[in-house]
């Protein structure tokens, strides 16, 4: 089992920037892959933002190419997004997900709020 824990969302203005975090703990050896997803106000459908593989290879949603980047650093288990000229439109709940051989982890999320 993989247990997974987000911290570092809050207000941010348009133009700002923003760094989440994703500290994972139990079977990490056993994690190939992941992610942040984001849930916008009123929806129900968590949209995928990024993706990070065991061998570090990267994929964006074509909304936050180029605005944001997601990393690891495996020595602390933690998972980041960093989140630079963020929009209003990237206001949402940002989950970190993991796939491991135990199946699929979501941690509790973590609010992010654009506004001036």
């Known amino acids: 089992q993989v247990q997974l824990v987000e911290s570092g969302g809050g207000l941010v203005q348009p133009g700002g920037s923003l760094r989440l975090s994703c500290v994972a703990s139990?079977?990490?050896?056993?994690?190939?892959?992941m992610g942040w997803y984001r849930q916008a106000p009123g929806t129900s459908r968590r949209e995928l933002v990024a993706t990070i593989t065991r061998g570090f290879n990267t994929d964006y949603d074509d909304s936050v190419k180029g605005r944001f980047t997601i990393s690891r650093d495996d020595t602390k288990n933690t998972m980041y997004l960093q989140m630079n000229s963020v929009k209003p439109e990237d206001t949402a709940v940002y989950y970190c997900?993991?796939?491991?051989?135990?199946?699929?982890?979501w941690g509790q999320g973590t609010q992010v709020t654009v506004s001036s």
């Open positions: 139990g079977s990490v050896l056993s994690i190939y892959a």
């Open positions: 997900n993991a796939e491991s051989g135990s199946g699929s982890a």
